[in-house]
């Protein structure tokens, strides 16, 4: 995973000022008059606007596996908390509504690869405490603490390490346990990925210890954000980094 910073960025105007704005407002009215089935326009917060700004400052990246993924059309916009509903685990099923108030929320949206969004997350969304979930724009949404990594205002690295191309929690972390589990993070195709990967930087590794200069910077560089898989290069070569 990467942390995503929103801080450097102004939110798009179609999010906060335009019909973004104008939609939340309708969808918090149509609550408190008693609606609880919600329709959404993915044209606001899937807009060119938004969908760019996502890809820049997450330098092109799924915030959640890692892969490059530079085309627009490869990926979705994410919502964090679900907008239409959720669920506390594949047993049980989709609570209505969901974080309908967040929906054209710029802190709600993340730049995802389909694979993790449509196949593995979809509208997964536990919480350490259930009985503090906000279940409508009156609740108190400071309250709630999801076992989901949050990509802005979590640290991955917090939760969770690479042991080889594998993801683990750390220290039995529940949260690094239940991302890993929830966003695919050892989907089988993407540990291969990694494993191919991480195989080529271990014999560029062995060059790199020995000091040669264009390696140890490549190992520097690699393992910034902007690069792909740079939280398993931080984790198998601190040394290196």
């Known amino acids: 995973m990467i942390r995503v910073d929103k801080s450097t960025v102004k939110v798009p105007k179609i999010l906060n000022k335009g019909k973004g ?23 606001i ?16 990246k799924c915030c959640f596996c890692e892969r490059y993924r530079p085309y ?22 989709l609570i209505q509504p969901g974080y309908y108030w967040l929906a054209y929320d710029f802190s ?11 196949a593995y997350k979809k509208n997964f969304f536990p919480l350490s405490d259930e009985t503090k979930r906000a279940k409508n724009h009156n609740d108190d949404l400071s309250l709630e603490e ?6 802005e205002f979590d640290d991955p690295q917090n939760h ?3 042991v080889e191309e594998i993801a683990k929690p750390i220290n039995d972390s529940i949260k690094g346990k239940t991302t890993i589990k929830y966003l695919g993070l050892n989907d089988s195709e993407l540990l291969k990925e990694r494993f191919d990967y991480l195989r080529i930087l271990k ?26 898989f740079s939280m398993m290069v931080r984790c198998n070569f601190p040394d290196l980094v």
């Open 21 to 43: 704005f104008a939609m939340t407002n309708q969808l918090k009215t149509d609550f408190d008059n008693g609606i609880r089935s919600f329709d959404f326009d993915s044209k």
């Open 45 to 60: 917060y899937g807009n060119k606007s938004v969908k760019s700004l996502l890809i820049k400052i997450q330098h092109k």
């Open 72 to 93: 627009a059309r490869e990926c979705d916009v994410e919502h964090f908390r679900p907008k239409g509903g959720y669920q506390v685990d594949e047993s049980l099923p």
């Open 108 to 118: 709600n949206l993340f730049y995802s690869c389909k694979t993790c969004n449509q």
């Open 146 to 151: 999801s076992l989901l990594i949050h990509p």
């Open 160 to 162: 969770i390490t690479f």
């Open 203 to 228: 014999i560029a590794a062995v060059e790199a210890r020995k000091g040669e200069p264009t390696t140890k910077n490549l190992f520097k560089e690699l393992s910034k954000p902007q690069n792909m």
